[in-house]
């Protein structure tokens, strides 16, 4: 089993929907989550981060974690063609000296149609 | 402005002929980094560096080599590539352990026929 699961998608919604992306995580030692965002033949992108369960909004973007069920959503309002991209999960946790270690998903392919 | 920088953008290589792939960060970070990405299997850590002379090994570090003699510059070796080492590799960088903060390079297209 994979530390962390992510649908691939493609996943295609039109202009205006909201978009809900999902992973799950095995390991509930994990403390920090984040999501990326990747745009084709480009780096990821840190698009949020959070520490605790609950959501945290920035603009069109919310970041939702549920430790209970190890379950970590990033939803998308007002979804535009520039959202347009593979979106990634990662979490992590601090392991002592060696702390900066992140495992990511697969990621999902988001195409929003104009 | 911040980057973090990598060369080459695109390498097709044969087997066995050694290669390196630069990297560079102008933002005086610490913590540096070598993810590769593969279909299916999503961004994999080869080799991390906490510090100048700091590196250890990450996930998938078989086949790789780093060295970190300079701050800003973190490059990845390949001493004998294989076309199992055919992939996406990117350098990243982060002021912090956390690893909340990470700013990657714009990766590097490798192919080893």
């Known amino acids: 089993q994979k530390e962390v699961e992510q649908d691939p998608g493609p996943l295609s919604v039109p202009e205006g929907a909201i978009v809900s992306l999902n992973c799950t995580y095995s390991?509930?030692?994990?403390?920090?989550f984040m999501w990326y965002r990747q745009y084709s033949r480009k780096g990821p992108e840190l698009l949020m981060y959070t520490y605790s369960s609950g959501n945290k909004e920035d603009g069109r973007f919310t970041a939702q974690v549920d430790k209970s069920s190890k379950y970590i959503s990033l939803f998308i309002r007002d979804s535009q063609p520039s959202d347009s991209a593979t979106y990634l999960c990662?979490?992590?946790?601090?392991?002592?000296?060696?702390?900066?270690?992140?495992?990511f998903g697969t990621g999902t392919l988001l195409a929003v149609q104009p | 402005e911040a980057q973090v920088t990598q060369n080459p953008r695109y390498l097709i290589t044969v087997t066995g002929k050694k290669l390196t792939v630069t990297c560079s960060q102008n933002m005086n970070h610490e913590y540096m980094s070598w993810y590769r990405q593969d279909p299916g299997l999503g961004l994999r850590q080869i080799y991390y560096?906490?510090?100048?002379?700091?590196?250890d090994k990450g996930d998938v570090p078989e086949g790789y080599k780093v060295s970190r003699k300079e701050k800003r510059n973190f490059p990845l070796i390949l001493e004998s590539p294989s076309p199992n080492q055919t992939s996406l590799y990117f350098c990243?960088?982060?002021?912090?352990?956390?690893?909340?903060?990470?700013?990657f390079g714009e990766g590097s297209w490798l192919t080893v026929v």
């Open positions: 990243a960088s982060s002021p912090n352990r956390d690893g909340n903060t990470i700013y």
């Open positions: 990662a979490t992590g946790r601090n392991y002592g000296g060696a702390t900066n270690k992140l495992i």
């Open positions: 390991n509930s030692a994990f403390q920090y």
């Open positions: 560096s906490m510090n100048v002379e700091v590196t």
